[in-house]
């Protein structure tokens, strides 16, 4: 199965700081990454897919790039409400997995 | 509005059973592929189960850590989808979620467009 390491695991930031964290596979897939944001007791809600494709909704301050075994998701200048913890997913293969996630705090 | 609710949680002895339903509307089911996930608590997500469409023939596909005791189906005429769980084990503590696949065609993008608020399942003695 596809693993997916991201790091940081944890992003200590103030509003305004721009944040960047990175997905790695251990095999490449193209583009077929999505990312997702989880706010503590909610569900996940999709930011990205393909890698670097937003989601309806999504602030354009949040970006999405890279490919192959790398990929980057940067919030330009963080507000408040994006406190969260991030996940991306490949969707490149069975069996779906999920990297670790990286807290933003 | 597109929305999922999940429902049939609750606490379970380890060796028992327990089915979750996710009640969909705002869509048209059949034309969605939809799918498990669920979070341990304090962790990360984890995928459990997929379900094709009707024009994919609902084809099912399965995580190895649940492979021959959860089944996943879907009656689409009730806008249903559910997972029957068996052989329950603490393991399987967690969150649960269902999904929509952002595919709209019935296959599998493999992304995830639409979540529930989820159903929480604990399994203890």
């Known amino acids: 199965e596809i693993v997916l390491t991201q790091s940081p695991a944890t992003l200590s930031l103030s509003p305004g700081e721009r944040a960047t964290f990175s997905c790695r596979a251990s095999?490449?897939?193209?583009?077929?990454l999505a990312w997702y944001q989880q706010k503590p007791g909610q569900a996940p809600r999709l930011l990205f897919f393909?890698?670097?494709n937003r989601a309806a909704g999504v602030p354009a301050r949040f970006s999405g790039s890279g490919s192959g075994r790398d990929f980057t998701l940067t919030i330009s200048n963080v507000e408040p409400e994006d406190f969260a913890v991030y996940y991306c997913?490949?969707?490149?293969?069975?069996?779906?997995?999920f990297g670790g996630g990286t807290r933003v705090e | 509005e597109v929305r999922l609710v999940e429902s049939g949680g609750g606490l379970a002895q380890p060796g028992r059973s327990l089915r979750l339903s996710c009640a969909i509307s705002g869509f048209i089911s059949e034309n969605y592929a939809l799918s498990w996930f669920r979070q341990p608590p304090g962790e990360g997500l984890e995928w459990v189960a997929s379900?094709?469409?009707?024009?994919?023939?609902?084809?099912?596909n399965y995580a190895a850590s649940v492979r021959d005791r959860f089944t996943i189906s879907r009656d689409n005429s009730k806008n249903l989808a559910y997972l029957q769980m068996n052989s329950l084990t603490t393991g399987d503590t967690a969150v649960y979620y269902c999904?929509?696949?952002?595919?709209?065609?019935?296959?599998?993008?493999?992304?995830?467009?639409?979540w529930g608020q989820g159903t929480v399942v604990s399994v203890s003695s």
């Open positions: 999904a929509r696949d952002s595919d709209d065609h019935g296959g599998y993008s493999l992304a995830f467009d639409f």
């Open positions: 393909p890698a670097s």
């Open positions: 095999q490449s897939f193209g583009d077929s």
């Open positions: 997913q490949q969707c490149y293969e069975w069996p779906l997995t």
């Open positions: 379900i094709s469409g009707k024009a994919y023939g609902g084809a099912t």
